[in-house]
């Protein structure tokens, strides 16, 4: 995923973002379906902490897991 619009911190209104990287046991599985889980990526402002918002790597497992 490329993000391309500017980052900024809704709480502090700093632009300095960084990607933290969920991975290992805490990866997102999709729901009753077998697969492999797919990282959750944050994005995450490096003034203040705020989680602007998370991503999962690989959104195609997710596809039709809500009937
Ligand atoms: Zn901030």
Do not use: R
């Not at 973002?17 to 997102?28: A, E, F, L, M, R």
């Not at 379906?33 to 995450?44: D, P, Q, T």
């Not at 003034?47 to 991503?55: E, I, K, P, R």
């Amino acid at each position: 995923m490329e993000l391309n619009k500017e980052l900024v911190c809704s709480q502090c209104g700093g632009t300095a973002i960084g990607k933290g990287k969920q991975s290992g046991y805490s990866t997102v599985t999709p729901y009753k379906k077998l697969g492999f889980g797919s990282s959750l990526v944050h994005l995450i402002c490096t003034d203040c902490g705020w989680v602007l918002g998370s991503y999962v790597e690989d959104p195609h497992s997710f596809i039709k897991t809500i009937k």
